[in-house]
T-cell receptor
């Protein structure tokens, strides 16, 4: 069946450091891929998405590229800020209606 | 415009009691999802509504869980005879189209 695996946290970085959060997936079809973010005390928000192979989703300085050959959708940001502290979830939707989410990666950015 | 709202925001109940959780989706969104987020876990799909079609109930963990959506809008998730393992944050999301979800703030359920 379909599934998403993302790197376990927590991740702690200093401000302006480079961020990578790994995400790999298993899918039977051609899924759309997503990163959601959950800031402290808030609901999940869509951060970025990519709907086909080699697409790059980007938003707020974050990027992720849909790599079909490695079944990956790693999240990257060149210079993190304290305000990026949150929990990040990788997700996919495949041929059906069900979204599959990873377990989430907690990021803390320290000044 | 208004986002997805859920009520109550917190619910504490005793084991064996029934609870009802409410979700008000964004007006006009045809699809509605319920998820459960347990501590240290990802989001677990529970149920999906799309327009007037029969709901996809494949994620409901037991027959103690049920949900309905009235008039294609408000949805209620009911948990009967609650157990301690039901303690979690229950999230609702509405969607205007495939590939897009807008989440509510969630209801934190604690079963004592």
């Amino acid at each position: 069946g379909d599934s998403v695996t993302q790197m376990e946290g927590p991740v702690t970085l200093s401000e302006e450091a480079f961020l990578t959060i790994n995400c790999t997936y298993t899918a039977t079809g051609y899924p759309s891929l997503f990163w959601y973010v959950q800031y402290p005390g808030e609901g999940l928000q869509l951060l970025l998405k990519a709907t086909k192979a080699d697409d790059k989703g980007s938003n707020k300085g974050f990027e992720a590229t849909y790599r079909k050959e490695t079944t990956s959708f790693h999240l990257e940001k060149g210079s993190v800020q304290v305000s990026d502290s949150a929990v990040y979830f990788c997700a996919l939707i495949d041929t059906g209606n069900q979204f599959y989410f990873g377990t989430g990666t907690s990021l803390t950015v320290i000044p | 415009g208004a986002g997805v709202s859920q009520s109550p925001s917190n619910k504490v109940t005793e084991k064996g009691k029934d609870v009802e959780l409410r979700c008000d989706p964004i007006s006009g969104h045809t699809a509605l999802y319920w998820y459960r987020q347990s501590l240290g876990q990802g989001l677990e799909f529970l149920i999906y509504f799309q327009g007037n079609s029969a709901p996809d109930k494949s994620g409901l963990p037991s027959d103690r869980f049920s949900a309905e959506r009235t008039g294609g809008s408000v949805s209620t998730l009911t948990i009967q005879r609650t157990q301690q393992e039901d303690s979690a944050v229950y999230l609702c999301a509405s969607s205007p189209s495939r590939d897009t979800q807008y989440f509510g703030p969630g209801t934190r359920l604690t079963v004592l």
